[in-house]
């Protein structure tokens, strides 16, 4: 997970798993033969596509194949970590803009690993929230050469955590984690390893997330639709104070 730098304007400062907004490049059909069995859905397809193409900038993980050495082994092959260490510099030019996705698939001949995304959750921001996002979670595997570091500028520190650690943490005072981020951590904490939580993943429904506020007696409460699987549906909200 990642420190998202205190300067952000939404959940600064908090610990979180890698991932950001999905650019419009990412819906440029282009981009399809640099793609290794993507959603069928334009729009599921664009998500992906950022989902790899924000984890490449923010953490230095790219799960891609080398079209090349794949090729040549009749196979995919995913890129090793010496050559994803000849491509850290692309980061920050991927996310400035002034590298498009594509041409840097293309020159690196590159084919992002789609298949290799397992749809996780899916939360949508309540409308009572000033700022509202459509959020979608994966699980994938990281390659063990990969070495996952945080970018310096969205965010600013990196860990890995287990599940447990993080909601302890959370728990006391010692790291800030939103709402979302909790629950997921939380449902992700149910499995004991990782071919427990793809395969877990791959038998669920995804049901979205959409939470609610409900006034009770002794206060407000923020809820989420008990179907979709979460160990806690409903929390307190703290109150506001008066001005």
């Not at 990412?26 to 924000?54: C, G, N, W």
């Not at 007696?217 to 549906?233: F, K, R, S, V």
Request: hydrophobic share 40%; glycine share 6%; with cysteine.
């Amino acid at each position: 997970m990642v420190v998202r730098h205190h300067q952000i304007d939404f959940a600064s400062g908090a610990l979180v798993f890698p991932g950001g907004k999905v650019d419009e490049q990412d819906f440029d059909d282009k981009l399809q033969p640099y793609l290794t069995d993507a959603h069928e859905e334009r729009d599921m397809r664009a998500i992906q596509v950022s989902a790899i193409r924000e984890a490449f900038e923010e953490c230095g993980v790219l799960l891609a194949y080398d079209k090349v050495a794949s090729g040549a082994q009749g196979s995919n092959a995913m890129i090793s970590g010496e050559r994803l260490k000849s491509l850290d510099d692309c980061r920050p030019q991927l996310n400035d803009g002034s590298l498009p996705l594509l041409t840097f698939l293309e020159r690196e001949q590159l084919s992002l690993a789609c298949d290799q995304l397992v749809h996780f959750a899916h939360w949508i921001t309540p409308p009572m929230v000033p700022r509202r996002f459509d959020t979608h979670f994966y699980l994938a595997i990281a390659p063990t050469d990969h070495l996952a570091i945080h970018d310096g500028y969205e965010s600013v520190d990196s860990v890995w955590i287990s599940a447990d650690q993080a909601m302890q943490d959370a728990k006391d005072g010692k790291r800030t984690v939103i709402f979302p981020t909790l629950r997921n951590i939380e449902k992700l904490g149910l499995s004991k390893s990782v071919d427990g939580a793809i395969s877990a993943a791959l038998a669920d429904k995804i049901v979205p997330v959409l939470p609610w506020t409900e006034k009770r007696d002794d206060g407000t409460y923020l809820l989420i639709p008990p179907e979709a699987g979460y160990l806690i549906n409903e929390e307190k909200m703290p109150a506001r104070e008066k001005g």
